[in-house]
């Protein structure tokens, strides 16, 4: 048995994760972003660590599911969105850049999208461009292509379905045009220290950060701070926080909802 097949035993043991049900790639490319942060180097180094850590459990299970996401997920966020933050930025400026980090299968974009394309609608000196990336190509693919179970649209309304959605043949839904229009689908690794851009009005990374070591978290913390406009808003999920080594970057906007604001 090779150290890949017997780090897959262990998480199938311990974890009742059985591996056989995904496909090989998936499986890899979610042990190698836990090899990175854990600075192991293989397979067989990476099963010591997991064995001598019981804490990376928890964070490789989380790392294996990362993908499970949902249209307005915490919509409480998304009603601030709605209300406060992208209105006081359109008061400032008519056109927005935002950074979807971490988007996985492209439904935090889309949600945003609509809220936008709702709001622009009623000002046509309004623009927008969302940079939406991720690590791994292949959801970054499905995001782009834009095309989800009707499962998925649960947390959708009937007239949002309607209205920004096409049904297909199949039975699955696809993004309409002037929701895709507003979005970049790119690669980007958030731990290559380099932003997607920098001048951004919003930063969005929820639900990622808690897959990081404490130095990993306080330097993208510094990258996000250092690609936001002086009065850019940064997005955390709610059970995320900033380091004490970085706190000093942002000022708290909504603590509960975990919404910060650029400090120079």
């Not at 229009?181 to 808690?210: A, K, Q, Y």
Request: charged fraction near 30%.
């Amino acid at each position: 048995m090779d150290d890949f097949d017997a780090l897959k035993r262990h998480i199938e043991q311990t974890l009742k994760i059985q591996c056989g049900n995904y496909k090989e790639d998936y499986i890899k490319r979610r042990l190698l972003s836990r090899m990175r942060s854990t600075n192991t180097t293989n397979h067989g180094e990476y099963l010591k660590y997991l064995k001598a850590t019981p804490s990376e459990l928890e964070v490789l299970r989380n790392a294996l599911t990362i993908n499970v996401t949902e249209f307005f997920r915490d919509n409480d966020v998304y009603e601030i969105l709605r209300k406060e933050i992208l209105p006081d930025l359109f008061s400032k400026r008519k056109r927005l850049r935002i950074w979807c980090a971490g988007c996985s299968t492209g439904e935090e974009p889309y949600s945003i999208a609509m809220i936008l394309h709702e709001i622009m609608s009623t000002n046509k000196e309004l623009s927008v461009q969302i940079l939406a990336t991720d690590i791994d190509k292949v959801v970054l693919a499905k995001a782009q292509e834009g095309i989800y179970s009707p499962k998925a649209m649960v947390k959708l309304s009937d007239a949002q379905t309607h209205h920004h959605f096409n049904k297909l043949p199949d039975g699955n839904f696809q993004a309409k045009p002037h929701l895709k229009e507003l979005i970049r689908f790119r690669p980007h690794d958030l731990m290559g220290g380099t932003p997607v851009s920098r001048w951004l009005d919003l930063i969005t990374c929820r639900n990622v950060t808690i897959y990081f070591t404490e130095k990993q978290k306080d330097d993208l913390a510094r990258l996000f701070h250092d690609a936001l406009v002086s009065d850019g808003y940064y997005i955390m999920g709610k059970t995320e926080y900033l380091g004490r080594q970085v706190e000093n970057l942002f000022v708290a906007k909504n603590s509960v909802q975990k919404i910060f604001m650029r400090k120079d």
